[in-house]
């Protein structure tokens, strides 16, 4: 039977970086449309799930679709799994788009998807991307980009904020070009039964240490599938970070 896939974009208006981020303008459309309108060319059901009017309005003002969820959850996982079940869906998979992310690829959807149609097994799938040493340390040391180890089965073994592996017998300047070192790409899809279970677990001790949910899963004894990915990713926290994607629109880079 062919596995059916719904795409949730959770939006809140609250962000202590960058209040009503999904309103934002880019380029003449806000970013909640632009992400919408990205997800719409490879997913035929997409919803936002949102905590404000404002957003609600704004969606159904392009002629999208959403729904309304509560103000107190923690994590995008969480509202998702309140829209899927208010909307009543069916869909086999959930996939959690962020909605920051207003020029998200198309193929990545598809390369998330492609996790659960090749592997029926799949339970919840994710991106990942091989890191470009010419980025630089700073670049791989960063702990705002969570860093991933995988298994010979593209299986996530572990994420950290710090550098995994570790290189022995190496000094520290020399790992980038000792060893291959992946970023986690957060688009996560889910089986919807899944979905349903993670979402009930209480945080776990190593969630709490690094702050990534998805360890919580991990430790709990989910495995989690990932798939690569080299699509450019522009994902937008600050009001910086939003001045310098109008800019690389208006140059054509985007």
Excluded at 100 to 109: G, M, T, V
Excluded at 166 to 181: G, L, M, P, Q, T
Aim: aromatic residues 8%.
């Amino acid at each position: 039977m062919e596995l059916t896939f719904i795409g949730i974009i959770p939006a809140r208006y609250a962000s202590s970086r960058f209040p009503g981020k999904p309103l934002a303008d880019i380029g003449g459309m806000t970013m909640i449309e632009r992400v919408y309108r990205q997800v719409s060319k490879e997913l035929d059901d997409v919803v936002v799930a949102t905590d404000d009017e404002r957003i609600m309005d704004a969606v159904r003002g392009f002629g999208g679709r959403a729904v309304m969820t509560s103000t107190e959850h923690r994590s995008g996982t969480d509202r998702c799994r309140e829209a899927y079940s208010n909307l009543e869906s069916k869909a086999d998979v959930v996939i959690n788009i962020q909605g920051d992310e207003p020029f998200i690829a198309p193929e990545q959807i598809r390369a998330v998807k492609q996790c659960f149609i090749d592997d029926p097994t799949t339970s919840i799938a994710t991106l990942v991307r091989r890191f470009d040493p010419a980025l630089g340390w700073d670049a791989l040391f960063n702990p705002n980009t969570p860093k991933v180890v995988l298994d010979d089965r593209m299986n996530a073994i572990y994420f950290s904020r710090s550098i995994i592996p570790y290189v022995r017998n190496h000094e520290w300047k020399e790992w980038i070009d000792s060893a291959v070192f992946h970023t986690h790409v957060g688009l996560y899809a889910y089986r919807a039964g899944v979905l349903d279970e993670i979402t009930r677990l209480p945080q776990s001790s190593l969630e709490l240490a690094e702050s990534l949910e998805q360890l919580r899963w991990i430790q709990n004894g989910y495995r989690i599938k990932t798939a690569l990915t080299d699509a450019p990713t522009v994902g937008i926290d600050t009001p910086e970070d939003l001045e310098r994607a109008r800019h690389l629109l208006l140059d054509g880079k985007l």
